[in-house]
């Protein structure tokens, strides 16, 4: 592989107009097709398999007016203290927003809160429901718009008015993040290379290539069904691994020159070495992504495959417009050790200045070599003490209850709370086919019957059937609020008691609604969670015996990834559930972790960690190949790729750290998980254990079964294929340079 892509490497710096047309033609064709393809709604979403699913297809079919799927607002009105909202003036003001709410083309029905009774026990709140045609993401912002402006005329007469439900969903902003995140990386990357233009070329190939992959994901985001968050996840992947594969392309192409090699040459071998590896790392990435089909979600699914594209873009980037684009900066471009004059540049260094003195991290291996024992006993103690948290965590989705108290939404959640009892913001729908039975009506009213004298329920109200008399919906209200156990405790209660009334009467009994979807989805994915992770780490295991031609180093490398992820679902729990810094990271409610988090935690950092396990140990693969001892191979790998390692992990803690300061509890969550989880892995486990282990090891680190070595292909990461090709040894003071 490594002879193949020297030549690619080669053939790139070469035909580089060839090579620039062909991605500049690519990103134009794909903004296009952005731009005339057919505006895409939110991706529709689905739970295959799961109870509330087979409830909302069927309620589709038997109820097809009803929009089971679309948008719901309630509007909750508060009387003035003193007064009660069946007072004439405030019953006025109500029925008059009602009126108003009718009139919006999207709104399929708007209840009337006296002639449905819904007025608390003390008469002090009341609320209207409005219901739309099209979700939450595909309602147009001009049917927001109304909703805010009717509850605003309400205030007017001196109501307390608040707006709650998924009608005020909006999709997500992260430009301003993004440009944060690209702002912290211009500088670390600067400070990494010394020079503007070597720090430019990653974060332009970046942006091509997420260019590229996001407008590929809105020409065909219509006919796929892809929603705003695939191309959200897609250029948060694909800017992350875009800046560290060029990263690593310029850092070895530069170490290159440092040894003294014409530019097409350092080039050809930068992708033959350093492209393997982004090769294998960027594989890696795409197995984690492409792997959350397991979760059987297909919204999810988009997601990864989308992402594995642009990941896969980035490679491709990365192994042809990089070596393409060194050749159009020429000797702009320094070797290794050298500042441009604009950044303090120019001063030659007297002989063997340099070589007095190691880089930080050389000495931090050094460090670490001499003392493995005591460096890996603290990394795994405190990795360990960061991991307990984990042992307490509870995963649900967020409502409105979990938003700022400075929302309109949270607000609403309260009032209603207050005026209702907690289990009021969840409703359950209970859906009741009695297709099969022989009397319908008396299952519907036993059925309601039995439910009413389960625990923790607060009201059965049933509804009116359908045309055929033989499928009806009977509303549960729980004592408890939607997020608690004991709710989730009842919708398995009423489910148990639905496979006897079953037996008895041949009626299927359904739960659904939100609370009930988002039980169901957070059992899917924590069922779907170990056998994802065997998949994922158990192909990456294989790949990396490919690479590394090593069986302790993958299972290291798979080990360290576990340590990481425990470590930073501890620290989420820690924040997010029990509080801990709250205060601190601004997080007004506590409560239970987002279920979608361990899964898409294990995903994401997975790629970035093995990212850097990859382009940290293949360095030191290739010094041990190359005939130095096994502690110092690690010195080695140390000496070239942690300053590397290091810039790249430090821009992705800032890209994900950005997201920290959203007012969206979910985005916060998100953020926070995956920052954590990159600084854990990096700098803890790479930096510290994986040195720590390869020490204590020493030469049993690279030992393969003979068996196993003669089947495995060689796919040459170290370049080894690459010797016999480099003509022009370095001369002696250019291995002065290098050894700085």
Request: glycine share 10%; charged share 20%.
């Amino acid at each position: 592989m490594a002879t193949f892509l020297y030549r690619l490497g080669r053939l790139a710096f070469r035909r580089r107009h060839f090579i620039a047309l062909i991605w500049v033609a690519l990103l134009t064709l794909a903004g296009v097709g952005a731009a005339t393809a057919p505006v895409a709604g939110n991706s529709s979403f689905s739970v295959p398999g799961t109870e509330s699913q087979k409830a909302f297809d069927l309620l589709e079919e038997r109820f097809p007016g009803m929009n089971a799927d679309g948008a719901t607002a309630r509007v909750v009105f508060k009387a003035p203290s003193g007064e009660k909202m069946t007072d004439s003036g405030n019953k006025k003001a109500v029925k008059e927003t009602v009126a108003e709410l009718r009139k919006g083309s999207e709104v399929d029905s708007v209840t009337d809160p006296y002639a449905t009774g819904a007025v608390s026990k003390d008469h002090g709140i009341t609320y209207t429901e409005v219901r739309y045609k099209v979700s939450g993401m595909e309602l147009e912002e001009s049917s927001r718009d109304a909703l805010k402006e009717a509850a605003h005329d309400a205030q007017k007469t001196g109501l307390t008015v608040e707006i709650g439900g998924d009608a005020l969903m909006a999709a997500p902003e992260t430009g301003a993040t993004e440009i944060i995140g690209i702002a912290i990386a211009a500088v670390v990357l600067v400070i990494t290379f010394g020079s503007l233009l070597a720090a430019g070329l990653p974060l332009l190939t970046a942006i091509i290539g997420v260019g590229i992959g996001v407008s590929t994901i809105g020409a065909l985001a219509s006919a796929l069904d892809l929603g705003t968050t695939t191309s959200t996840l897609a250029s948060m992947i694909g800017l992350a691994v875009g800046i560290d594969y060029a990263l690593f392309i310029v850092s070895r192409y530069r170490a290159e020159l440092a040894e003294g090699r014409e530019r097409e040459e350092a080039a050809g071998r930068a992708v033959g070495t350093a492209g393997s590896a982004v090769v294998f790392a960027g594989l890696t990435v795409v197995i984690a992504l492409v792997g959350l089909s397991v979760v059987n979600i297909p919204m999810l699914t988009k997601m990864g495959v989308a992402a594995a594209g642009t990941v896969a873009i980035a490679v491709l980037i990365a192994l042809t417009l990089i070596p393409a684009l060194l050749g159009y900066a020429g000797r702009r471009v320094r070797p290794a050790g050298q500042k441009s004059k604009l950044l303090g540049g120019g001063r030659k260094p007297a002989h063997g200045e340099h070589a007095s003195r190691p880089n930080m991290g050389t000495r931090w291996a050094s460090f670490v070599v001499r003392r493995p024992i005591a460096v890996l006993v603290l990394g795994v103690i405190g990795l360990g003490a960061a991991a307990i948290p984990a042992a307490s965590l509870e995963l649900g989705l967020p409502d409105d209850g979990s938003q700022p108290t400075s929302t309109t939404q949270r607000r609403a959640y309260d009032t209603l709370t207050d005026g209702f009892g907690p289990g009021f913001n969840g409703p359950l729908m209970v859906v009741v086919d009695a297709k099969d039975s022989d009397h319908p009506k008396t299952v519907f009213k036993d059925t309601a019957k039995t439910i009413k004298g389960l625990e923790d329920v607060g009201m059965v109200i049933p509804g009116k059937p359908d045309k055929a008399g033989d499928t009806s919906i009977i509303t549960v209200i729980p004592k408890s609020k939607p997020s608690s156990r004991t709710t989730e405790d009842l919708v398995h209660s009423i489910r148990d008691k639905g496979v006897d009334i079953k037996a008895d009467t041949d009626a299927n009994v359904l739960v659904t609604g939100t609370t009930a979807m988002n039980i169901d989805v957070s059992q899917k994915l924590n069922d779907a969670l170990l056998p994802y992770l065997a998949l994922v780490v158990g192909l990456a295991f294989l790949l990396l015996i490919l690479v590394f031609r090593s069986i302790l180093v993958p299972l290291k490398a798979a080990l360290g990834f576990l340590l990481s992820v425990l470590a930073a679902l501890g620290a989420v729990v820690a924040v997010f559930q029990w509080g801990w810094l709250s205060g601190l990271m601004n997080v007004e409610e506590t409560g239970p972790i987002m279920s979608m988090m361990p899964i898409f935690m294990v995903g994401v950092v997975f790629g970035l960690a093995m990212d850097y396990e990859v382009f940290l140990v293949t360095r030191m693969r290739e010094a041990y190949v190359h005939g130095e001892n096994p502690r110092q191979a690690v010195v080695t790998g140390f000496r070239y790729s942690a300053r590397v390692v290091t810039a790249a992990a430090v821009i992705m803690i800032a890209v994900f750290s950005g997201f920290i300061g959203s007012s969206e509890a979910m985005i916060k969550m998100i953020g926070f998980g995956l920052a954590i989880a990159v600084f854990f892995d990096a700098f803890i486990v790479r930096m510290a254990i994986v040195p720590a282990v390869l020490a204590l090891l020493g030469k049993r680190a690279w030992w393969l079964p003979k068996w196993l070595d003669r089947v495995l292909p060689n796919v040459d990461v170290e370049g080894e294929g690459l010797r016999g090709a480099d003509e022009k040894q370095p001369r002696d003071e250019d291995r002065e340079l290098v050894s700085a």
